[in-house]
Nanobody
Framework: QVQLVESGGGLVQPGGSLRLSCAAS????????IGWFRRAPGKEREGVAY????????DYAESVKGRFTISRDNRKNTVYLQMNSLKIDDTAVYYC?????????????????????WGQGTRVTVSS
């Protein structure tokens, strides 16, 4: 059974940093792409950062470019989202999502519909 568990959320002041983790389990075979999405209060869920089947394939939403970094530790089956220079507008519940395929590609998946599995989310609050 595939499971994604996010952690690392919390309360941070503007300008601060947090590192979110997405621990994946239950993948028996295939290539895995991970996306981080977020839902701010009163807003639709939006994509934040994506890493494809290859670690060389990644991308970010414009709003977080230069501040957020996505990375993967295959030994731990964990994907991280390092968030620096946090802004009040970054306040949201952050979700990780996984897409699995038996075919390798260099694609980056940016849409919610591209993903098969979702975690429960971790809350990030940026406030002074």
């Amino acid at each position: 059974q595939v499971q994604l568990v996010e952690s690392g959320g919390g309360l941070v002041q503007p300008g601060g940093s947090l590192r979110l983790s997405c621990a994946a389990s239950g993948f028996t075979s295939g290539h895995v792409a991970i996306g981080w999405f977020r839902r701010a209060p009163g807003k639709e869920r939006e994509g934040v950062a994506y890493i494809g089947y290859s670690d060389m394939s990644f991308d970010y939403a414009e709003s977080v470019k230069g501040r957020f970094t996505i990375s993967r530790d295959n030994r731990k089956n964990t994907v991280y989202l390092q968030m620096n220079s946090l802004k009040i507008d970054d306040t949201a519940v952050y979700y990780c999502a996984a897409r699995v395929s038996g075919i390798m590609s260099n694609a980056v998946y940016r849409e919610e519909k591209d993903y098969h599995y979702w975690g429960q989310g971790t809350r990030v609050t940026v406030s002074s």
